[in-house]
């Protein structure tokens, strides 16, 4: 049980007038200084400072007797504790250091297990989120899974849209070369057709025969003159196939359509070329007959 110095200290233990301290007080709070000029009551309020100073000095000097004991008092205490505390802080310390040496491997085991956790949420494609370190094991390995299954749909799905995107970009590779062969083909058949439609109007005028003079004519067949006849219906014929020939064909949006276009053209040409030129001769022939 804690000892305490019982001692009644009043303002009268000071042993002074405090009845004339406060008439002194009340004589003098009042003086006051009219301005620069006023040496006199100038005067009276240093003197009246002065004498109020000198009660205040003896206030303290009183105090300072009064405390002397208790003072002693309070040094020889502060040194017993010190004593005491040697006793016990060393230890306490040492104790200490153990228990944050502990609170520190914890607090990294802590860490470890965090950092852990957002590694496994991240590798499964989940978002961080605050209070992680606040859930159980078990319902930590629900949420990694949930997240890995949906990680793994995620990147199927993408996987199957890239290789969607893949094959689209090989088939239309794929057209886009039939296409270019196709026209090629298309191109190198119509440059050989022009050049056989050429080759037989030449052959045409090679052998297009000179009108007979009139007294060749005379003793000439009935019929003969038509072998000398100028083929120009011939000629309008070959005209229309190469202008058929020579259309360029544009491409359309629907596959397939310029491809039939041209082989329907060519078809055409060749029937021209064909039919009605046979025809066109066998009725030459019926007329020389």
């Given at each position: 049980m804690s000892q305490i110095i019982n001692v009644n200290v009043t303002p009268a233990s000071y042993g002074l007038d405090i009845e004339g301290i406060k008439a002194a007080v009340g004589q003098v709070a009042e003086l006051t200084i009219a301005g620069v000029d006023d040496k006199e009551g100038f005067e009276r309020v240093r003197r009246a400072r002065l004498d109020l100073k000198k009660v205040r000095c003896e206030i303290e000097k009183k105090r300072k007797e009064l405390k002397a004991d208790a003072v002693e008092f309070?040094?020889?205490v502060d040194a017993a504790a010190k004593e005491l505390t040697a006793l016990v802080e060393p230890t306490e310390q040492l104790l200490l250091g153990r228990e944050e040496s502990i609170e520190k491997e914890i607090a990294a085991i802590a860490a470890r297990k965090l950092q852990g956790r957002k590694d496994r949420l991240t590798e499964a494609g989940a978002l961080i989120f605050p209070g992680l370190d606040k859930i159980a094991d078990d319902e930590f390995e629900e949420l990694v899974t949930a997240a890995q299954l949906a990680h793994q749909k995620r990147?199927?799905?993408?996987?199957e849209a890239a290789q969607a995107r893949k094959l689209e970009e090989e088939r239309l590779a794929k057209e886009r070369e039939e296409l270019a062969r196709q026209r090629k083909q298309q191109e190198a058949e119509r440059i050989q057709m022009l050049a056989r439609i050429e080759a037989q109007q030449k052959e045409l005028e090679l052998n297009r025969a000179v009108p007979l003079p009139p007294e060749i004519e005379q003793i000439a067949p009935a019929g003969a003159a038509t072998t000398?006849?100028?083929?120009?219906d011939q000629k309008?014929?070959?005209s229309v196939?190469?202008?058929m020939m020579s259309i360029e064909i544009p491409a359309f949006s629907i596959p397939g359509v310029q491809q039939n276009l041209i082989r329907e053209i060519k078809e055409m040409a060749n029937y021209i070329q064909t039919t009605?030129?046979?025809?066109y001769f066998e009725r030459l022939e019926g007329e020389g007959k």
């Open positions: 309070g040094r020889r990147q199927q799905q993408e996987a000398f006849r100028e083929d120009t309008k014929l070959q196939v190469s202008a009605y030129t046979n025809k």
